[in-house]
């Protein structure tokens, strides 16, 4: 049965960078679509990224194009954001999820279709 477990997340200054790992326990990630979430306190979780099973496909929330990138070596069994010019409003508990893929083109920002999610992991952007 498919885990994810992240890492990476800390504290960094505005305009730093970090980069988010989020790993498989046992299972390999080749036919799974992969997400990425966040949640700051007293907000809705929303949707930050969202990659493809077969990485050719990607998409960002408006917030964020530009400034992050998502990635996957399913070698390593482990999916990548890596995060740019951080702002303070990128702040929050970050949550990598998964799906088993329809489609080798399949990806959403939908957070109902995931089927698996890791604990998360908390990233803080403050001077």
């Known amino acids: 049965q498919l885990q994810l477990v992240e890492s990476g997340g800390g504290l960094v200054q505005p305009g730093g960078s970090l980069r988010l790992s989020c790993s498989a326990v046992?299972?390999?990630?080749?036919?799974?679509?992969i997400g990425w979430f966040r949640q700051a306190p007293g907000k809705e979780r929303e949707g930050v990224s969202c990659?493809?099973?077969?990485?050719?496909?990607?998409d960002y929330a408006a917030s964020v194009k530009g400034r992050f990138t998502v990635s996957r070596d399913d070698a390593k069994k482990t999916v990548y954001l890596q995060m740019n010019n951080l702002k303070p409003d990128d702040t929050g508990t970050y949550y990598c999820?998964?799906?088993?893929?329809?489609?080798?083109?399949?990806?959403?920002?939908?957070?109902?279709?995931?089927?698996?999610w890791g604990q998360g992991t908390q990233v803080t952007v403050s001077s």
């Open positions: 990659l493809s099973s077969s990485n050719r496909r990607t």
């Open positions: 046992e299972v390999t990630l080749d036919n799974y679509a």
């Open positions: 999820a998964a799906y088993g893929a329809f489609t080798i083109a399949s990806m959403s920002m939908d957070p109902d279709l995931y089927e698996v």
